[in-house]
């Protein structure tokens, strides 16, 4: 495979690797939200969100190798698992790193979520929100599409529904915490007549 291949299918499976994430973070939020997706039962919504997650940890794996196997770059292994100490690229390729390594995280402890327990999985599983943000800023800073209408737009689509999907998240926990302090006392009310 020459250069200009491995430079096309780099571009391609980073934009992929940007939908598929994209869609992972929305699915998580309709999980915690508990929404129920057209056409699915509430347990599909989890079963789709496992399974993009872990498409999406293929094609970051692929994006990952042809990066390393495009001898024009010259990303190392090291570069790939230790940020900022890339030659090419030092901030970008290490924000990348740097959401590689959060997403290798909530990856090993979704596998591992029996043995670990819920709540030290859900705490590693708060990475996940980071990992998306500094993924988007490594592509749109090293991306050599970036730029382009096309991928302009991805972007734009890409976090205008993670910014609406995130809002949404934040506006149910706020009304879930006012309701539950009045929730309470309304029980501690009831107890008491």
Do not use: K, Q
Request: proline share 3%; glycine share 8%.
């Amino acid at each position: 495979m020459t250069s200009e291949y491995l430079w096309y299918a780099n571009r391609a499976t980073g934009a992929v690797s940007l939908i598929l994430f994209t869609v992972v973070v929305l699915l998580g939020i309709a999980v915690r939200l508990r929404t129920r997706l057209p056409g699915l039962p509430r347990f599909g919504t989890v079963s789709l969100h496992r399974t993009l997650s872990l498409s999406a940890a293929v094609f970051l794996a692929l994006h990952i190798a042809l990066a390393v196997l495009d001898s024009y770059v010259g990303i190392t292994l090291t570069d790939v698992l230790v940020p900022f100490v890339s030659d090419y690229h030092p901030l970008w390729l290490g924000l990348g790193t740097v959401a590689l390594d959060l997403v290798l995280a909530v990856l090993v402890t979704s596998l591992l979520r029996a043995r670990l327990g819920h709540r030290a999985w859900r705490a590693t599983h708060w990475l996940a929100y980071g990992s998306w943000p500094i993924a988007l800023v490594h592509g749109i800073g090293i991306g050599t599409d970036t730029g382009t209408d096309w991928m302009t737009w991805l972007t734009v689509a890409c976090t205008a529904a993670v910014l609406t999907a995130g809002g949404i998240r934040v506006a149910h926990s706020a009304r879930a915490s006012r309701r539950t302090p009045a929730s309470l006392l309304r029980t501690a009310e009831g107890a008491r007549s």
